[in-house]
């Protein structure tokens, strides 16, 4: 990854900040974003601490203009783009079917969704121009379901779907799409989601470890060695000739 640029979205805590570190530790250059600019700030902190090279640009990727401002921002700073992972998203609350409210599985979609197709568009249209690869975060809820997490579990099925897509159309221009599901990490998120579910009752760990044939959750800084792997299998790719490469997580 030396010398690529490396966007990640979401990165301001958990899972993308984990990658954010990752690609910086395999010498990729690092646009840093999230709505959290103090989480963003502290990401960028982390990576020049350890001597990579990141700069922070906040972004709510339910919005074109962010998302489109994002990538004109790593062009602006870097000269290119060659990777992205497209990680930024929301859990929703633990409700019924029958019970959720309109406004939660809006939001959800929109966020998650709608946030990743922009992601896509405005990347992939860069990419067309200098080859790359993005990488989208679904989840283990975009393979089965969840009870409580209808919404939640739509919209990682639909990032799945996208995902396939975008693959199917730029194939033969060479850009690669896949995808990553992870199973539960230890974020803010999965900490929230348990919360949720058991009323405050259970720890993270109690509840979720006995769900994992491993017998524990995933630690941030672990799955993005996979992640980090697909997006410089896809870059090696975009070297040939005729080929360029997206990786969806």
Same mark, same amino acid.
């Given at each position: ?31 840093? @974003?999230?709505?959290? *600019?103090? /989480?963003?700030?502290?990401?960028? =902190? #982390?990576?020049?601490? +350890?001597? $990579?090279?990141? !700069? ?98 739509? @919209?990682?099925?639909? *990032?799945? /779907?996208?995902?396939?897509?975008? =693959? #199917?159309?730029?194939? +033969?221009? $060479?850009?690669? !799409? ?72």
């Amino acid at each position: 990854m030396s010398g690529k640029v490396a966007l990640v979205t979401g990165s301001g805590a958990g899972i993308g900040r984990a990658a954010a570190l990752k690609f910086a530790e395999e010498g990729a250059k690092v646009i840093v @974003s999230d709505v959290n *600019i103090d /989480g963003g700030d502290e990401t960028v =902190a #982390l990576v020049k601490r +350890k001597g $990579g090279d990141a !700069v922070f640009a906040r972004a709510d990727v339910a919005h074109a203009a962010d998302v489109e401002a994002l990538v004109t921002k790593a062009v602006d700073t870097y000269g290119q783009l060659h990777c992205a992972c497209n990680n930024a998203g929301i859990e929703g609350k633990i409700v019924p079917i029958a019970e959720q409210s309109e406004d939660n599985f809006d939001r959800v979609m929109i966020v998650n969704v709608k946030g990743t197709f922009l992601c896509l568009k405005y990347e992939i249209a860069r990419m067309l121009k200098n080859g790359g690869g993005a990488i989208v975060l679904a989840s283990v809820a975009g393979l089965i379901g969840f009870s409580g997490l209808g919404p939640y579990v739509a @919209s990682k099925h639909a *990032i799945n /779907g996208l995902t396939k897509n975008a =693959a #199917l159309e730029y194939s +033969k221009q $060479g850009i690669r !799409v896949n995808s990553v599901c992870p199973g539960g990490i230890e974020t803010r998120m999965l900490d929230s989601l348990v919360t949720q579910a058991s009323a405050g009752r259970v720890s993270t760990h109690e509840m979720m470890d006995p769900l994992h044939p491993i017998g524990r959750i995933g630690m941030p800084m672990k799955w993005p060695n996979s992640s980090c792997g697909s997006a410089r299998r896809a870059l090696l790719s975009s070297l040939e000739p005729t080929s360029q490469s997206t990786v969806a997580m």
